[in-house]
Structure formats: C-alpha cells, structure tokens
C-alpha cells in the first residue's frame, strides 16, 4: 500500500469516528433535554382567556378548555406529569373526571406521555391527527427518530378518532379545529379556536412544533423521506394562520413566564401576541432553512 493510498484510509477512518461521535453528541443532547428540570417544575395554572387555561408545568404546555358538557384537555405531557396536571385543574375549580376529551400537539413523550393515564382516570376520548396514530399506539416505537431509544418510550394508548388536516373537534359550544403542520413528527398538529373574552372575539393558534430537534436529518432520510418538504408545507400553513392569542406546546415558544408576570400586574390578556407569532415563525422557518442548507451542503462536499 502506498502512502498515498494510506493517507485516504486514514482520511475514511476519521470521517467514520466524526461521524459516530456526532450521533453519539446527538443522543446524550436528546437525553439531556428528556431530563429537563423544568418540566416536571410546577407552574400556577391560570385563565388565558374566556374558558381557555393554562394547566401545565413551567416547561411543558398543557391546556384546559371548559364547556358546560364537559372539557377538553391538550397535552397529557409526561406519565409524571399527570398528577401535576390533575392538581392544576382541581386548583382552578374543575373536576378531573369531568374531562371528555384527549388531544395532543404531537407524538413525543413529553407531550404524550401521560395519555394512558389520563384516559384510564377519565374515560376521555383520545384523537390524534392519522400520521401520528402509529407512534402513539406503539408507546413511541415506531417514531422516527427515536423509536430506538428506550428513554422515549411511554405507555401505548388507543386512539378511539383518527383526525386528519382541517378536522373539528367540538364540544359543549366549542370548536378547535386541528392543522396538520408536520415535520417535528409525521403528524404534529397546530390547533386552532376562538375565544370569548370582554366582549370580544379572539383567535387562538396553539402551535405544535416547527423546531427541528438536535440529530434530525433533513436530506437522504429514509424513515422519513419527505420531512424537509412537510417542514416547507408546516411553515406555509403557519403563516397563512388568522392569530391573536399566541400559545404552542412549551411555555418558551411564547415567552410563558413573561407574560404570566405581566397578567400578574393586571395586563389585559398579555397572550394577545400577533407580532410575536410572526417574529417565533420567522425565527423558526430561517433555522430550518439553514440547517437545510448545511446538511445539503455537507451532502455535496
């Protein structure tokens, strides 16, 4: 073997470390965020507006909305978040039990992890948008991106309505209506409603995901072929949206604690936050697209 022929060997065994140390960072980012402290952190639930509140912990969102039939929850969260959330209704005055439906912003375990318990504590009916069905039957198994990581997985829940792009939820004189906004998962789900508050009317957008995760590879996937034209497709939606009330499934997507403190001090409904949709969208679309470019560009090199 020549020396030049050496040199190339050797050249491949670096690649071939770079990239297993790459995956190996990847992973140990992914466990470090599945082990947030603010997730588990309790977090004063709260009125947003109307008959919207706010039940979730300090980092991961989850939503109450009540009607004189029952009410409807988004987000079980994590399985250790269920006791928190039941704690935070019962705080506001509602009953647990009287829960009747289960909807979720996608299937990962911190915000659908706790389904199966919150469905055998209420009987509430669990929808899930159709290309995340599998994911949440499967306990997390079948997802992408980390159906082989045991960390990620959660107890299997049946979905009893599969929900497709534009469908209505309704109950008790409300109605959400779920966008189809994917890429974060195969079917992440952005809801929409509308709100009653002081005599007006407002539009609310609870934003699914639009972030892509640390290890998401956006070129030459093979169990996910089309997530960099579905991210393309999740923008476009998102932008086209009719937004008042800005809120999404963690509390940073909308500057939770800010505005929290705000309504604390008699703000009138600081949620009303149309600029900073924009700007989070804006924000969210130009770090696709970047990291679009750089994984294609490394592609090609």
């Given at each position: 073997?020549?020396?030049?022929?050496?040199?190339?060997?050797?050249?491949?065994?670096?690649?071939?470390?770079?990239?297993?140390?790459?995956?190996?960072?990847?992973?140990?980012?992914?466990?470090?965020?599945?082990?947030?402290?603010?997730?588990?952190?309790?977090?004063?639930?709260?009125?947003?507006?109307?008959?919207?509140?706010?039940?979730?912990?300090?980092?991961?969102?989850?939503?109450?909305?009540?009607?004189?039939?029952?009410?409807?929850?988004?987000?079980?969260?994590?399985?250790?978040?269920?006791?928190?959330?039941?704690?935070?209704?019962?705080?506001?005055?509602?009953?647990?039990?009287?829960?009747?439906?289960?909807?979720?912003?996608?299937?990962?375990?911190?915000?659908?992890?706790?389904?199966?318990?919150?469905?055998?504590?209420?009987?509430?009916?669990?929808?899930?948008?159709?290309?995340?069905?599998?994911?949440?039957?499967?306990?997390?198994?079948?997802?992408?991106?980390?159906?082989?990581?045991?960390?990620?997985?959660?107890?299997?829940?049946?979905?009893?309505?599969?929900?497709?792009?534009?469908?209505?939820?309704?109950?008790?004189?409300?109605?959400?209506?779920?966008?189809?906004?994917?890429?974060?998962?195969?079917?992440?789900?952005?809801?929409?409603?509308?709100?009653?508050?002081?005599?007006?009317?407002?539009d609310v957008v609870i934003v699914g995901s639009p972030n892509?995760?640390?290890?998401?590879?956006?070129?030459?996937?093979?169990?996910?072929?089309?997530?960099?034209?579905?991210?393309?497709?999740?923008?476009?939606?998102?932008?086209?949206?009719?937004?008042?009330?800005?809120?999404?499934?963690?509390?940073?997507?909308?500057?939770?604690?800010?505005?929290?403190?705000?309504?604390?001090?008699?703000?009138?409904?600081?949620?009303?936050?149309?600029?900073?949709?924009?700007?989070?969208?804006?924000?969210?679309?130009?770090?696709?697209?970047?990291?679009?470019?750089?994984?294609?560009?490394?592609?090609?090199?």
């Amino acid at each position: 073997m020549t020396i030049l022929n050496m040199r190339d060997e050797w050249r491949k065994v670096w690649v071939m470390l770079a990239v297993a140390f790459a995956a190996i960072f990847a992973m140990s980012g992914t466990l470090r965020a599945q082990n947030s402290p603010d997730w588990t952190e309790p977090f004063p639930p709260f009125r947003i507006a109307g008959n919207l509140y706010y039940v979730g912990s300090k980092g991961l969102a989850s939503y109450l909305i009540t009607t004189p039939q029952g009410h409807i929850l988004i987000n079980s969260d994590l399985e250790a978040s269920v006791p928190l959330i039941r704690a935070s209704v019962e705080k506001l005055g509602f009953k647990f039990s009287d829960i009747r439906i289960l909807l979720i912003s996608h299937a990962h375990w911190d915000h659908d992890g706790g389904s199966a318990a919150i469905k055998g504590l209420t009987g509430a009916t669990y929808m899930v948008m159709d290309a995340d069905v599998s994911v949440v039957e499967s306990g997390g198994k079948t997802d992408f991106q980390y159906g082989n990581q045991p960390a990620s997985l959660y107890p299997p829940t049946n979905v009893d309505r599969v929900l497709h792009d534009g469908d209505e939820v309704k109950l008790g004189g409300v109605t959400l209506v779920a966008r189809l906004t994917p890429g974060h998962t195969k079917g992440c789900t952005t809801w929409t409603m509308k709100v009653e508050a002081a005599g007006k009317t407002y539009d609310v957008v609870i934003v699914g995901s639009p972030n892509v995760n640390e290890g998401y590879k956006l070129v030459m996937n093979s169990s996910y072929p089309d997530i960099a034209s579905d991210y393309k497709r999740t923008f476009k939606v998102l932008k086209s949206l009719p937004v008042d009330i800005f809120l999404g499934a963690h509390g940073d997507y909308f500057d939770l604690q800010t505005k929290y403190a705000r309504l604390k001090e008699g703000a009138i409904t600081p949620f009303i936050d149309p600029a900073g949709y924009k700007r989070y969208i804006a924000d969210r679309e130009e770090a696709f697209r970047t990291e679009l470019a750089k994984q294609k560009a490394a592609l090609q090199y």
